[in-house]
């Protein structure tokens, strides 16, 4: 009996050491609703272990945001294509990622004084850059409207990168592999 005891607390530590190592308060998606059924199993368990919904998976995008109003939130997703350091990379993908919970916080605190945060979101690839000057599609976005993006620098600062703003798109240049936030002003 003791060793059924030991095996099962021993087993107890063993699957919940993951479990703790999400960040606290760090909601995790599970979308098994029907449109999440596109057929292939394999991008559903991909798009869960992204703790995204199926689409956003699909079209490399970010559509809900933790701690931020779905209606709040402006859908953004990248398509191939960059330009690092200058030169045209048409291939080049960048990840868009969900932000991390504490990241959502420090934006919304950056937001204070600025406007309205519109979202958040993680960009990485794998290449390597100075520079890189990333198209993000926007829907219902305007040329000429006063979005700035800053990009994180550390837990306390970020610092507004160019941007150009038209219809349904947001360009931006950034240094590195981070965190963005999206702001208007008002």
Known sequence: MKK??????VGAM?????????????PVAVYLEDSSDIG?????????EENKT???????????????????VQDLAIG?????????????TFDLVKPDLKRVYAAKELAQGKGSLLTVVNVHTHAGYGTAKINFYAPGVKAGQAITVYQRITDEEWVA?????????????????NHLAFIEAK
């Open 14 to 26: 063993i699957f919940s050491v993951p479990v703790m190592a999400e960040e606290v308060g760090a």
């Open 161 to 177: 990168v160019p941007t150009e703003v038209s219809d349904d798109h947001v360009v931006v240049e950034i240094t590195d592999n």
């Open 80 to 92: 191939q294509g960059a330009v690092l350091d200058g030169v045209e990379a048409p291939g080049l």
């Open 40 to 48: 292939e199993p394999a991008e559903t368990v991909l798009a869960i």
């Open 4 to 9: 059924l005891l030991a095996l099962a607390l």
């Open 54 to 72: 199926i689409g956003e998976h699909m079209n490399n995008a970010v559509t809900n945001i933790w701690d931020m109003l779905g209606a709040e």
